[in-house]
């Protein structure tokens, strides 16, 4: 039996980053075309030590949004020119979706 799931060939881009740069990255996000994103407030430990969502600490905020190839290298380039200033991080993956249609 063939397989006929068609999906979406996309890049997975995620953003990481303090959550006070969450507003300005998401409006940086749709001025260059992403019409959609998720985001979520989350801890972790890396360069910067220890980043705990609390009293005590700031969270850090994650940026997911699924676009095209060249919207992904846009995004990267935006968010390299930023990570300068700030503890941030951006990455992009490929990724499958579905359904096709959102992505043609």
């Known amino acids: 039996m063939a397989d006929s799931l068609e999906t ?32 979520a407030n989350v801890d972790g430990w890396g360069e910067h030590g220890m980043r705990q969502f609390g009293l005590n600490d700031e969270p850090n905020i994650r940026i997911d949004t699924l676009v095209s190839a060249e919207l992904a290298r846009a995004i990267l380039g935006r968010m ?25």
């Open 8 to 39: 979406a060939s996309v890049k997975l881009v995620t953003i990481i980053a303090p959550c006070t740069l969450g507003d300005a990255i998401v409006s940086e996000l749709r001025e260059i075309g992403v019409t959609g994103y998720t985001t």
């Open 80 to 104: 390299d020119a930023r990570s300068a200033e700030n503890g941030m991080i951006a990455f992009a993956s490929d990724a499958e979706a579905v359904p096709r249609r959102h992505f043609l």
